[in-house]
């Protein structure tokens, strides 16, 4: 008889993580946070230490035919950071492995490390160690951050309550169509190396693709300002995803607005010129590196003159669903489509 064989992609990265999850037994009372969140969470005696890592592949997530390498190597770091935003806490460690193919030159990892010193330098986190080895194809890199916080500065995907604001920051869409530009360029490029790609008009929403800002920015304002998040995630899988995420974490429903989805004019003008519906780029785009985080009604006022942070709507009961409510008034449900890697 032959032996049961599942695809990943019947139960997809989420329920693969899930599924791995199960087998886990936490052992040490150190770990306050294991699999789950942002970033897992460990004990360090005065306050507590989040640890995330991240792992990025030539050909998958990044393409050296349009992606300069020291823009690759701030990206790397920069998605790392992300995650220990998501969780409130400051950065301040870093450690970088490698896989390289013969390809790649010293010059070459030269080139890609002063984009990771860059984002050292950007957030202000120390470059601790690492692994070096070789690759057969291409270049891997993974990188894992440690960040720092008090413990009750944490703030998890679990915590939203009905009747929060749920608050994004900055604008989506943009890296999903940034990314499409990049790839329509580099096919006109393949079919004819004569021609220049048209990249000018499109600064902004390349930008979003090739060197992603994660938000420490915000994480520091909203200390600043005294409002702690009562729940938090990065957007790195799509706007419609995460909402998903942060309900399943926190047993709650939310209804989100089309007309406060904040969306760039770029990638609004890029994406209607590329035949895709924008709402859909910002419910479903990839690797906004954004926050999405929800906040008691009591500290609206704190936050209502921010330019950068925009209510996209509300935290509602569990059994009232997920919902968008479009220009026009009518209420679609949700769906978390997603960033699918399988
Ligand atoms: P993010 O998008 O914030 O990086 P992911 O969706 O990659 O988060 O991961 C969600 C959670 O699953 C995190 O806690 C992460 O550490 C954990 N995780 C992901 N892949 C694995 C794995 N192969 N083994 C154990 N834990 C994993
Ligand atoms: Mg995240």
New binding site residues.
């Given amino acids: 008889m032959s032996e049961k064989r599942t695809e990943i992609s019947e139960i997809g990265?989420?329920g693969?993580?899930d599924h791995?999850?199960e087998k886990?037994l936490i052992k040490n009372p150190s770990t306050i946070?294991?699999?789950?969140?942002?970033?897992?969470v460990i004990d360090a005696g005065e306050g507590v230490k989040v640890v995330?890592?991240?792992l990025l592949l030539e050909g998958v997530h990044f393409d050296l035919s349009y992606a300069p390498l020291p823009h690759v190597g701030f990206k790397a770091v920069a998605?790392n950071i992300?995650?220990i935003a998501?969780m409130n806490a400051i950065p301040k460690q870093i450690t970088v492995s490698l896989a390289l193919s013969n390809r790649f030159s010293v010059e070459a990892v030269d080139a890609l490390y002063s984009g990771i010193h860059a984002a050292c330098e950007h957030y202000g986190v120390d470059l601790v160690g690492g692994d070096t080895t070789a690759s057969r194809g291409g270049l891997v890199i993974s990188i894992t951050a440690i960040g720092e916080a008090k413990k009750d500065q944490i703030v998890y995907r679990n915590g939203a309550k009905e009747n929060d604001i749920l608050c994004a920051t900055g604008d989506l869409g943009g890296a999903l169509v940034g990314l499409q530009i990049l790839e329509r360029e580099k096919q006109v490029y393949l079919a004819n190396p004569d021609m220049k790609p048209d990249l000018e008009k499109y600064g902004i929403v390349t930008g979003r693709q090739l060197k992603p800002d994660a938000r420490m920015d915000i994480i520091h304002e909203l200390r600043e300002l005294g409002v702690k998040p009562t729940s938090m995630?990065?957007i790195?899988?799509g706007l419609a995803s995460e909402i998903f995420?942060i309900c399943k974490a926190s047993q709650v429903g939310a209804t989100i607005y089309e007309d406060k989805l904040p969306i760039d004019k770029q990638t609004f003008d890029t994406a209607v010129e590329l035949n895709l519906d924008p709402i859909t780029c910002v419910l479903n785009g990839g690797e906004d590196y954004e926050l999405l985080f929800t906040i008691d009604q009591k500290d609206f006022k704190k936050l209502e003159k921010h330019p950068d942070i925009h209510f996209i709507g509300h935290i509602s009961k569990p059994e009232e669903g997920k919902f968008l409510v479009t220009k026009s008034g009518t209420a679609v449900q949700l769906k978390a489509q997603g960033w699918k890697h399988f």
């Fill in positions: 990265e989420f693969l993580i791995l999850n886990v946070k294991g699999i789950g969140d942002d970033a897992a995330t890592t991240d998605v992300s995650d998501a995630m990065d790195s899988d995420h």
